[in-house]
């Protein structure tokens, strides 16, 4: 039998292992990157895309953010709330030269650390031509805005509704919106619409959610295992002592299936089949448990985040159907 004090150093330098992991984690995951890391997410974009299946596709990506430099935008801010300054950038589409604006407007939800001009590089100026008027946000903690933490939803959803009142005060009540979400932005919208879509709330004409997932706890549960090789549920439960005491969320409490059975707007869920960060399980999930109006597509080959990429006429004849019907 080992001796009292070795059992107790083996658990004591278990538990360091667990909190260091938890603690790296959370600064990593939830954490607002630096300014200098944050400089570097258009190099960090593009050598994944020279690494993937998609890079025949870079000149259309820089395309089609060429587009959305160039076209003529407005900077907004609003604040959320709990203070903090959130940033977007609106594309006000004039219908056929003229000074009215488009009848409604769609909300461009980019994902974790990512931006909008790297999420819907391909889709903005297709949606543009739709005659939609653009609103690509920066999510707290990212781009332009302020925010310190990453809360997966807990309060970017409360961030997004703010945006969608934006757009009714300034266009009216008959505004269609339309949130449309890539990776946690898709979550995102579905959790805004689920809080604030109902008969009496925001008018959320529907939601586009392109690879989102299902449980934040079950997502990280999942990544620590397949990406990191850790064990999830004691890392976890210190990592989420962290978003509760530092971040100001409960990360346990972040479940987009459930809150998707209780939409009203007509929603498309997109995914790819072969989705190594996000699998298309979640997406499945989401869509049968969604009560509302609702399509699928699920894009063969497609990894996370690329199904645009991997069969763009397929995804642009879906979301044209998806648009026309609301």
Request: net charge neutral; hydrophobic share 45%; proline share 2%.
């Amino acid at each position: 039998m080992l001796p009292l004090y070795i059992v107790a150093g083996v658990f004591f330098l278990f538990f360091c292992f667990i909190f260091a992991s938890a603690a790296r984690f959370f600064i990593v995951v939830c954490r607002r990157e630096s300014k200098k890391a944050s400089e570097k997410a258009d190099e960090r974009y593009f050598a994944v895309i020279k690494e993937s299946n998609y890079a025949a596709r870079i000149p259309d990506i820089k395309a089609g953010r060429a587009w959305l430099s160039n076209t003529p935008y407005e900077n907004i801010y609003v604040n959320a709330s709990d203070g903090v300054t959130l940033h977007a950038r609106l594309y006000e589409n004039k219908s056929s030269g003229t000074n009215a604006t488009a009848a409604a407007t769609a909300v461009l939800i980019h994902g974790h650390k990512s931006t909008g001009d790297c999420d819907f590089a391909l889709t903005s100026k297709f949606i543009f031509n739709l005659g939609y008027t653009l609103l690509v946000i920066d999510q707290r903690a990212h781009g332009k805005s302020g925010g310190k933490y990453i809360t997966f939803g807990t309060l970017e959803g409360d961030d997004v509704a703010i945006w969608a009142r934006y757009l009714t005060e300034k266009y009216g009540a008959e505004h269609k919106i339309i949130l449309y979400g890539i990776s946690m932005g898709a979550s995102t919208a579905l959790l805004t619409a689920a809080r604030y879509g109902g008969v009496g709330s925001l008018t959320i004409s529907g939601v586009i959610a392109d690879c989102g997932y299902g449980s934040a706890f079950d997502e990280f549960a999942y990544l620590l295992r397949t990406k990191y090789h850790l064990p999830a549920r004691p890392v976890l439960a210190v990592a989420g002592m962290l978003c509760r005491i530092v971040g100001g969320f409960n990360l346990a409490n972040i479940n987009v299936t459930d809150a998707v059975s209780i939409i009203k707007c007509p929603v498309l869920f997109i995914h790819g089949d072969s989705d190594r960060y996000i699998p298309v399980d979640y997406t499945l999930d989401n869509y049968e448990a969604c009560g509302s109006q609702k399509d699928l597509l699920i894009v063969n080959g497609a990894g996370h985040a690329t199904s645009v990429l991997a069969n763009t006429p397929v995804y642009f004849a879906k979301l044209k159907d998806f648009l026309a019907g609301l």
